[in-house]
């Protein structure tokens, strides 16, 4: 899936966002047997499991794609690109159409910046993430 293309990007960059004083924590609806093989493979920041998308709920991000967005250009390249990029392996299916979205919670757990895609695969960019994170605390 998309996600874990998007998840290495994440493990290149985890020095700036740690030297940023933010910590990146993985939370997706995935197996646990793929969280595991995750870990197992070289991700050093935790990989959590949110089955029934109560994080989701909470931070209020819709669970699904629609089908249209599921049937988007964005979506199908984006998936082509993923088969094409890694051998996918077992594929969750009851989280297979899960919104992709990525947030910034502060020290008092208030979202402080969001993405919320709008197809499969649709991750911001980890310039605009780091862009959104406070600035370094001083040395």
Not at 65 to 89: C, D, F, M, P, T
């Amino acid at each position: 899936m998309p996600c874990r293309e998007f998840l290495a990007q994440l493990r290149e960059h985890h020095h700036t966002f740690t030297t940023r004083g933010a910590a990146v924590i993985a939370v997706g609806g995935a197996a646990d047997y793929q969280a595991q093989h995750l870990q197992d493979n070289g991700y050093t920041f935790p990989l959590l499991l949110d089955p029934d998308g109560k994080l989701r709920h909470a931070l209020g991000i819709e669970t699904q794609l629609s089908r249209k967005e599921l049937a988007s250009w964005a979506s199908i390249r984006n998936y082509v690109s993923a088969i094409r990029h890694q051998r996918q392996g077992k594929i969750s299916r009851a989280h297979a159409e899960d919104r992709p979205a990525v947030a910034i919670v502060d020290a008092d757990l208030r979202l402080t910046w969001g993405h919320v895609g709008t197809a499969l695969g649709d991750y911001p960019t980890i310039d605009h993430i780091i862009a959104a994170l406070p600035p370094p605390p001083d040395s």
